[in-house]
């Protein structure tokens, strides 16, 4: 049973999806400045004298943070990662911002004094956010019989794991997320996938 929490990251991805997604794999990079959210590379942090475990450090991992202040919001990424592992990072600092772990007083970059409850309570939501951008409920459901996991995770552009982590998610609550998740069509080819299994292509949009 999803709580209210769980339905409003549910939400929040539904909107971002069903305004800002029209084709797979979504471009989450493009969608993050749509929310005023400026993208920082680690690239262009050494460019100006850092040095990469120094920024790690204050990231506190070495895949991306972020950032929200009077000047603006900004993510912070680790742009040497592996392209999925760089898109579901941007994805999922991006449902910080939005979901207001930000703006949690007790958030301070390299610095938060939350207890590890609220730390994995937010860690849990922004990573289920991400899945649900990157992999849409509706994709997955239409998909899931045809192509499998795999083939879903080839279509997303996303790992297995994190194809996978959707899957499971998605099982387990199917019912209130055909409720809740109500994106518009998505375009995709999906050519690559049908000559591995020899069947028939499928080319459509669905709902």
Known sequence: MMTERDRRVVLLANELVRRHALTLP???????PIYGARLLSLSELEEK???????????GNRDGVAMASRRGRTIGYNDRAAEKRVRFT?????????????????????EQSYDAGTYALYEAEAKR?????????????????????????????????CAWTAAQYYDQ???ELRA????????????????????????????
């Open 129 to 161: 956010g991400a899945c649900m951008l990157l992999v849409p409920p509706t994709v997955y459901f239409r998909y899931r019989e045809l192509y499998g996991v795999g083939g879903i995770a080839r279509l997303c552009r996303v790992s297995r794991a």
């Open 90 to 110: 941007l994805a999922e600092e991006l449902m910080h911002l939005l979901l207001g772990h930000t703006e949690d007083e007790r958030f301070r970059l390299g």
């Open 173 to 175: 609550n199917e019912k």
């Open 26 to 32: 979504v471009d989450v990079a493009a969608i993050c």
């Open 180 to 207: 809740l998740f109500t994106a518009r069509p998505l375009k995709c080819d999906t050519r690559a996938l049908t000559r591995r299994r020899n069947i028939q292509p499928v080319r459509v949009s669905f709902s």
């Open 49 to 59: 004298g850092l040095d990469a475990e120094t920024v790690f450090a204050v990231w």
